[in-house]
Every structure is written in structure tokens, then in C-alpha cells.
């Protein structure tokens, strides 16, 4: 029930931003955000799992999400976006509003 929380918020903020032009850069934020997200996320209960039952392939499992969820934001940053659009701050200055 609590996962229905953030869809209800994101159908609802889609709704808003559908006349504005936005919906697709929040669909593209959020894809960008959620993979490291959900491993980080995934890698305590794994990672607890293995360790209470003595497994250490699921430990193992669960280390290597959390070091690849907390690596992927931060590699991101470095990667190359000489090809991005550069836009100037503020929404009315923001093309992709209309």
C-alpha cells in the first residue's frame, strides 16, 4: 500500500505538468534517478538476509547493489554531456515550457 503513495503523486503531478510541456523531463529525471534508487534499496534487506542466513552469495549480492547504487549518481556526473542543450535558470527561459 505505501508503493501507491509516490504512483498516486506521480499520476497527479503528471496531470499538472501535461499542459506545460514538463511531463517528459519528469519522466526523464525520474528514469534517470530510480535504478540507483531501487538498489540501494534492495541492498540492506539482501545484504541482512544473507548475513542472518549464513549466505554469502546474497551478501555478497547485496554489497555489490549498494556499491553500484551509490556509484552509478556519481559516475553519471562524469560522464561526457558536451552534447546536452545548455538552458538558462529560470522556467521562462526554459524552451521546453511552452
Known amino acids: ?15 499538472i505538468l501535461d499542459h ?7 519522466a526523464y529525471g525520474l528514469a534517470a534517478a530510480s535504478p540507483p534508487l531501487v538498489l540501494l534499496f534492495a541492498a540492506f534487506p539482501i545484504a541482512s538476509w ?3 542466513a549464513g549466505n554469502s552469495l546474497l551478501w555478497w549480492i547485496g554489497f555489490i547493489s549498494l556499491v553500484a547504487g551509490g556509484l552509478v549518481p556519481v559516475l553519471t556526473r562524469f560522464m561526457d554531456h ?3 542543450k545548455i538552458r ?8 521546453r515550457t511552452s
Open 1 to 15: 500500500m505505501p508503493a501507491s503513495v509516490p504512483v498516486i503523486a506521480f499520476l497527479v503531478t503528471s496531470r
Open 20 to 26: 506545460s510541456g514538463q511531463l517528459l523531463t519528469l
Open 50 to 52: 544473507g548475513t542472518t
Open 82 to 84: 558536451s552534447g546536452d
Open 88 to 95: 538558462d535558470v529560470g522556467i521562462e527561459f526554459d524552451d
